[in-house]
């Protein structure tokens, strides 16, 4: 089993920039894709930003420009540093990550338990 620990949400004004982290723990040979997902309230979780074991990344039309995704494999840690923040980037944030738990094992989807991202008008 793999755990992730989302940290750094909270209520910011429009322009202003917030970073979130995602670190993961436990039982890890390996981390494929690392990425955010984002709840706004009454709609689905959307992705965000994605970013491969090698440094690929691919985002969502409404952040790219704004967004920026990063890993730190030595870590197991993915970063999203949010820039020029919109009333409508409003929602629960939260991480994913495709472990391979132990050697030869397939890659698993984990989830972090959200963190949550209001931003004033």
């Known amino acids: 089993q793999a755990q992730l620990v989302e940290s750094g949400g909270g209520l910011v004004q429009a322009g202003e920039s917030l970073r979130l982290s995602c670190a993961a723990s436990?039982?890890?040979?390996?981390?494929?894709?690392m990425g955010w997902y984002r709840q706004a309230p009454g709609k689905q979780r959307e992705l965000v930003a994605v970013?491969?074991?090698?440094?690929?990344?691919n985002y969502a039309d409404s952040v790219r420009g704004r967004f920026t995704i990063s890993r730190v494999n030595a870590n197991n840690t993915v970063y999203l540093q949010m820039n020029s923040l919109k009333p409508e980037d409003t929602g629960d944030y939260f991480c994913?990550?495709?472990?391979?738990?132990?050697?030869?094992?397939?890659?698993?989807?984990?989830w972090g338990q959200g963190t949550q991202v209001t931003v004033s008008s």
């Open positions: 970013v491969s074991s090698v440094g690929s990344t």
């Open positions: 436990g039982s890890i040979f390996s981390i494929n894709d």
């Open positions: 994913n990550a495709k472990i391979i738990n132990s050697r030869y094992f397939a890659p698993r989807s984990y």
